[in-house]
Each structure stands twice: as C-alpha cells, then as structure tokens.
C-alpha cells in the first residue's frame, strides 16, 4: 500500500476489515527538520507531501498522526469527537477554565450557555454594536485619510476588533484607558509557544500582564452585577453574571474565565484575519475592485463578494491552524489503524493549501467562494473555524464583523503599505510579523 492509498476511502470504525498502520516519517526527517530548527508547519508539510492526508512521525517515543484528508478531518472532529478529545489547552494560562479549554460535562455546560448567544436571536443583539465599532474605525480612518497620518493597520484591526467584543461583552463602547490594559491579551496570546513548559514558570513570566487582565476583568464583571448595562441594553458579561446567580459551578473565576476567554478568541483572530486580508489585497488589488464591482453598496451580491474576500484569506491563513487532539480508543481512519494514546494533529492550514483539493492553492482567488464548483464540495476540505461540536462559537460573530467592517471600509479608501512584513509566526494564530505601516489613499 502507497502514501497516498487510503485517502478519502474511509473504512468504518472497528470492522474486521485488514488496517495497515499509519504511514510513518522516518527519524531522519525529523532530525533534519530538528537540525534547522525549523518552524512546526515545515515538517508537518514535508510529512503531508510525502506521506499523504493521514500520515504519522515522532517528537518523542511515541507518534503522532497529522490529519488533513476531508474525510478523515471529519471522522476525528465531526463524527466521532468522542473518540478524539481534547486534553488540555495551550491556551490555559490565559483563559483558565473558559469554554475553550474546558472538557466533559463542564465544556457541555458552559457550551450550552453561549450558544444561543450566538447564533439567531443572540447574534441580531450583537448587530447594532459591531455597526457602531465600524462606524468609530470608519471616522479614524476618515482623519487619516485627510491628515497624511501613518498608522498601522494591524493594530487598527486589533483595536476594531476588541471594540466589537467589548461592546457586545459590556454594552460599552472601548475606552483608551481599558484598550491599554487589553493589550495584556495579545502579548500572553503571543508569548504561549515560547513560555516554559513548567507552569508555574510560565505564569511567573507573564504575571504582570495576567494582573492587568484581571484587573480590567474583575472591574467590568462588578459593572456588569450593579446592573451597569449599556445604550443598547446588558450584554453577554450579565449572562454570565447571571448564570452565576443561579448556578454554583459559575464561581468568580470562571465568570472571569469566561470573559477572558472571549474577549482573547473574540478579537485576536478577527483582528489576524482582517491584517491578512489587507496585505492580500495590496499584493492583489483587483480583488477589491471586482469586490466593490460585483453590485452597489448594501446589495447581497455586494456582500457575498465582500464574504467572498474574508473566506479566501481564512482558507490561507484559517482562524485555528492546528487542532490537537488525542485518541481514547484504538479506531480505523481512513483505512489505518489509530491506536489508543495517540496525539492527534488535524491541521486546517494544511487541508485548504492542498493542491488535489483545490486549484492553485497558494493563490489568492476570492472568486473560489462565489462561482459554481469553485471550492471542493466536502466539509472536511474548509474549516478555518473547526468543525463538530466543538466548532468555534464564535464563527457568525466573527464572519459578520468581517463583513460589515469591511462594507465601511473598502469603499472609502486603500491602505498603501510603507513595509509588509516578511516572516509568519505559527502560535495561538498565523500571524505576520512586524509592522503593517500604511497611509491612506482614497
């Protein structure tokens, strides 16, 4: 059996049928990958090209198995989540014991109570809120545009972004004072794959931007008890302090938790996703053209290209690029036996730069996400938000962000970079690294 056999003919799970054992790296090549020390992605790429969409190699004394063929994609997080588990979060360090990291009845808990915050009802909340944290980024770059002023996008985007969650979170507008001590979040959220291994090591080295987020949390979670609602009435921190009322299990620390955990997943990959998208179009100007061409301002077909945008650039640079999990139970993916203990990555970044997925994977094609057939058709083969239950939460928040932030901007002007950045970072996000200086031309 080759690399490549048993991509996309998945065998059910626990049938008699004869399964092969994963496809394995040989030492060399992590050796040679360890001797460069090199970032995560280039062997985990090198595994995939050489070995296929369900392939495995060794860290340590035991393998782990990288997944990135559709099919199995969804057999581990879709259809059998309960055999592939998350253990722990990197993360946890920041968000402590919020729904991101959390595991068994107390994930299905705190899921169940955000959900509906969500999605329907719960999301036509959050319109007003995101629109006006628009509209406040529209205005800035209105005075850029008539000053001259330099700026830097990716920290535009930031401070968009965690106006929209803030305002959703508090019913308040952002402050400067609270922006200041938020960006706590984004240096713990950059420092994660680089802090000790030993956790009490870790905290003590990111104590002093820790004690600001909690500082700033604690403040907005006693606001949000003395009934401090907003212009547009309580937002989601009062269901929180809500549920607390009524349930034991939502202590102090988790209700901070939980707050935490939104405001570093709801703004930072919104915000990673919105720097990406700027640097695509400087490097692909016409896709904004055909984007503002494709009808006239508030029209579907408008905003479907406007969506088209966003979901290009998550494809390249997807909100999470790697999903760990573990196995709890020997299974058959894709046609290989997996067997209990083992790691798991499922790898998004991987999947959508597949080139028997998709057609000229490394380039940015917006048109992909609007023309018949122009995207493969398996949900396995995009996922920039996860898939199955444990999907992100947040994925209509996100999206609609995207979007209505974009319908302001676009039109009006266009960022000219001064420099871009050279170097991707692989952490919490892909991210780029180093400034994003622009003026702005109208």
Same mark, same amino acid.
């Given at each position: 059996?080759?690399?490549?056999?048993?991509?996309?003919?998945?065998?059910?799970?626990?049938? @008699?049928?004869?399964?092969?054992?994963?496809?394995?790296?040989?030492?060399?090549?992590?050796?040679?990958?360890?001797?460069?020390?090199?970032?995560?992605?280039?062997?985990?790429? +090198?595994?995939?090209?050489?070995?296929?969409?369900?392939?495995?190699?060794?860290?340590?004394?035991?393998?782990?198995?990288?997944?990135?063929?559709?099919?199995?994609?969804?057999?581990?997080?879709?259809?059998?989540?309960?055999?592939?588990?998350?253990?722990?979060?990197?993360?946890?360090?920041?968000?402590?014991?919020?729904?991101?990291?959390?595991?068994?009845?107390?994930?299905?808990?705190?899921?169940?109570?955000?959900?509906?915050?969500?999605?329907?009802?719960?999301?036509?909340?959050?319109?007003?809120?995101?629109?006006?944290?628009?509209?406040?980024?529209?205005?800035?770059?209105?005075?850029?545009?008539?000053?001259?002023?330099?700026?830097?996008?990716?920290?535009?985007?930031?401070?968009?972004?965690?106006?929209?969650?803030?305002?959703?979170?508090?019913?308040?507008?952002?402050?400067?004072?609270?922006?200041?001590?938020?960006?706590?979040?984004?240096?713990?959220?950059?420092?994660?794959?680089?802090?000790?291994?030993?956790?009490?090591?870790?905290?003590?080295?990111?104590?002093?931007?820790?004690?600001?987020?909690?500082?700033?949390?604690?403040?907005?979670?006693?606001?949000?008890?003395?009934?401090?609602?907003?212009?547009?009435?309580?937002?989601?921190?009062?269901?929180?302090?809500?549920?607390?009322?009524?349930?034991?299990?939502?202590?102090?620390?988790?209700?901070?938790?939980?707050?935490?955990?939104?405001?570093?997943?709801?703004?930072?990959?919104?915000?990673?996703?919105?720097?990406?998208?700027?640097?695509?179009?400087?490097?692909?100007?016409?896709?904004?053209? +055909?984007?503002?061409?494709?009808?006239?301002?508030?029209?579907?077909?408008?905003?479907?290209?406007?969506?088209?945008?966003?979901?290009?650039?998550?494809?390249?640079?997807?909100?999470?690029?790697?999903?760990?999990?573990?196995?709890?139970?020997?299974?058959?993916?894709?046609?290989?036996?997996?067997?209990?203990?083992?790691?798991?990555?499922?790898?998004?970044?991987?999947?959508?730069?597949?080139?028997?997925?998709?057609? +000229?994977?490394?380039?940015?094609?917006?048109?992909?996400?609007?023309?018949?057939?122009?995207?493969?058709?398996?949900?396995?083969?995009?996922? @920039?938000?996860?898939?199955?239950?444990?999907?992100?939460?947040?994925?209509?928040?996100?999206?609609?962000?995207?979007?209505?932030?974009?319908?302001?901007?676009?039109?009006?002007?266009?960022?000219?970079?001064?420099?871009?950045?050279?170097?991707?970072?692989?952490?919490?996000?892909?991210?780029?690294?180093?400034?994003?200086?622009?003026?702005?031309?109208?």
């Amino acid at each position: 059996m080759g690399p490549e056999a048993g991509l996309g003919s998945e065998t059910h799970p626990h049938t @008699p049928a004869a399964a092969g054992p994963v496809p394995e790296a040989e030492p060399e090549l992590v050796r040679r990958w360890r001797s460069r020390g090199g970032e995560l992605v280039e062997l985990l790429t +090198e595994v995939r090209e050489r070995f296929g969409g369900v392939a495995a190699f060794r860290l340590g004394p035991a393998p782990t198995v990288l997944v990135t063929d559709p099919l199995a994609v969804q057999h581990v997080l879709a259809r059998h989540p309960d055999r592939y588990v998350k253990r722990s979060h990197r993360a946890r360090l920041l968000v402590g014991d919020g729904v991101l990291s959390a595991t068994g009845e107390a994930w299905k808990r705190q899921r169940r109570l955000l959900q509906s915050q969500f999605t329907g009802t719960g999301m036509r909340r959050h319109e007003q809120r995101i629109t006006e944290a628009a509209r406040t980024t529209a205005d800035r770059w209105a005075g850029y545009a008539r000053s001259g002023q330099s700026f830097d996008v990716g920290r535009e985007m930031r401070r968009f972004a965690l106006d929209a969650i803030w305002r959703s979170l508090t019913g308040h507008a952002l402050d400067d004072g609270t922006e200041r001590e938020l960006d706590a979040v984004a240096a713990v959220a950059t420092a994660l794959p680089t802090l000790p291994s030993d956790t009490t090591e870790a905290r003590d080295a990111v104590a002093d931007e820790l004690a600001r987020i909690d500082a700033v949390a604690r403040q907005a979670v006693e606001a949000a008890r003395d009934g401090a609602a907003g212009p547009h009435g309580p937002g989601l921190l009062h269901v929180l302090t809500g549920a607390a009322a009524e349930h034991p299990q939502y202590t102090d620390r988790l209700v901070r938790d939980e707050l935490v955990t939104l405001l570093a997943a709801g703004h930072e990959t919104t915000a990673t996703t919105l720097t990406w998208l700027y640097l695509l179009l400087d490097r692909h100007p016409a896709a904004r053209e +055909e984007a503002l061409a494709a009808g006239p301002d508030g029209s579907p077909r408008r905003r479907q290209a406007v969506q088209a945008l966003v979901h290009e650039t998550l494809r390249l640079y997807p909100s999470a690029w790697i999903l760990p999990r573990y196995a709890t139970e020997d299974d058959t993916l894709a046609g290989y036996s997996v067997q209990a203990g083992s790691d798991i990555l499922v790898c998004p970044y991987l999947t959508h730069r597949d080139p028997r997925l998709w057609a +000229e994977p490394e380039r940015f094609d917006p048109r992909r996400f609007v023309t018949p057939d122009g995207r493969p058709a398996q949900p396995g083969a995009y996922f @920039p938000f996860g898939l199955g239950p444990r999907a992100c939460l947040g994925l209509q928040f996100a999206l609609r962000e995207s979007t209505v932030l974009l319908e302001h901007l676009l039109p009006a002007c266009t960022p000219s970079f001064s420099s871009t950045p050279t170097k991707t970072a692989y952490g919490f996000t892909v991210r780029p690294v180093g400034p994003t200086t622009a003026t702005l031309a109208g």
